[in-house]
Each structure stands twice: as C-alpha cells, then as structure tokens.
C-alpha cells in the first residue's frame, strides 16, 4: 500500500534497500537466544535500522548535513557486517544468511558512497 503522504527520500532507491534489510534483520534476530535480546539481537536489529533512519533524517538538510547522515548510515552498515559476523561464529545464521547479509550490505554500502559523491559533486 503506497501511503498518499509522500517525502522526497522516499525516492532514494538505496532507502528502500536499507529498509528491505533491516526487516530481514529483524526476522533473522527473532530466532536468536533469550540471552541476545538486550545485547547481540538488540545491536543487530539498531544498527540496520539506522541505515535507513540517517537517511531519511539527513536527507531535508543541508548537503554537509546529508553527508554527515550519509556517513552514518555506512557506519551502521558497517557495523551491521560485524553483528552479522558474531551471529555466524555464534552459529546463529548460517553461513549463507551471512554471506547474503554481506552481499547486501555491500551493495547498501557502494549506492550510499555513490550518493554520497554526488552529494559532494553539487558543491
């Protein structure tokens, strides 16, 4: 259902891919053990979640301040491989669920260092 509200970010087709992600994350996170919730799970599913949040929160600002919020986002990208990493060496994810995980955010990653070039591009 496509909301009659529309914002501008919304276009960005790397915030849909980041929003995509972290419902897979979130999914993934629900079958982990009661002792990740307030840790592992927890970190996970706040730093997926963060991708899409610093661009739709950067992205009405200056271009400095987009860029900042597009910085974000990669370090919660980044951060994102890491949590997906201990999920694997924990044996929570298999090693496919990692290595799609990975594909993703690299994916993620390379489209917003390409936004984020072309935000610097307009100065």
Do not use: W
């Not at 909301?3 to 087709?13: I, N």
């Not at 993934?28 to 706040?46: C, D, G, I, M, N």
């Amino acid at each position: 259902m496509k909301s009659v509200y529309h914002f501008k970010f919304e276009d960005l087709q790397v915030y849909h891919k980041a929003m995509d992600f972290a419902e897979i994350v979130d999914g993934l996170t629900k079958q982990f053990p009661k002792k990740e919730l307030y840790a592992l799970s927890s970190q996970f599913r706040r730093a997926s979640d963060s991708i899409a949040l610093n661009i739709a929160e950067g992205y009405p600002g200056s271009d400095a301040q987009f860029v900042k919020h597009l910085n974000h986002a990669i370090y919660s990208a980044n951060e994102c491989v890491s949590a997906s990493t201990k999920a694997y060496r924990r044996k929570y994810i298999s090693m496919d669920q990692n290595e799609e995980n990975r594909r993703q955010l690299s994916e993620i990653t390379k489209m917003l260092s390409s936004l984020r070039k072309t935000v610097l591009a307009r100065k």
